[in-house]
Nanobody, 118 residues
Framework: QVQFVESGGGLVQPGGSLRVSCVAS????????MSWYRQGPAKERELVAR????????NYADSIKGRFTISRDNAKNTVYLQMNSLKPDDTAVYYCNAGWYSPAYSSWGQGTQVTVSS
């Protein structure tokens, strides 16, 4: 069964940094693209970053370009999102899923809460 377990969120001041992680299981992790999504208060879930199977290709939403970096470790079935220069607008629950254009699986993890506030 497909599972995503996100971790690493927390409370951080504007301008600070966090790295969130997602451990995936139940499918061939190294054979699929992976993506990070986020859902802010009273907002729709949005795609923020994606990475190809081998990690050579990445893509970012305009709102986080230049500040966030997605990476993966296929040996650990883990995808990461390094978030720098955080802004209050980055406050959201962050989720991962497989796939490049859309979520490959209907099941989602519990997400990890990131709150940017002074």
């Amino acid at each position: 069964q497909v599972q995503f377990v996100e971790s690493g969120g927390g409370l951080v001041q504007p301008g600070g940094s966090l790295r969130v992680s997602c451990v995936a299981s139940g499918f061939m992790f190294s054979s699929v693209a992976m993506s990070w999504y986020r859902q802010g208060p009273a907002k729709e879930r949005e795609l923020v970053a994606r990475i190809s199977t081998g990690g050579m290709d990445t893509n970012y939403a305009d709102s986080i370009k230049g500040r966030f970096t997605i990476s993966r470790d296929n040996a650990k079935n883990t995808v990461y999102l390094q978030m720098n220069s955080l802004k209050p607008d980055d406050t959201a629950v962050y989720y991962c899923n497989a796939g490049w254009y859309s979520p490959a699986y209907s099941s989602w993890g519990q997400g990890t809460q990131v709150t940017v506030s002074s």
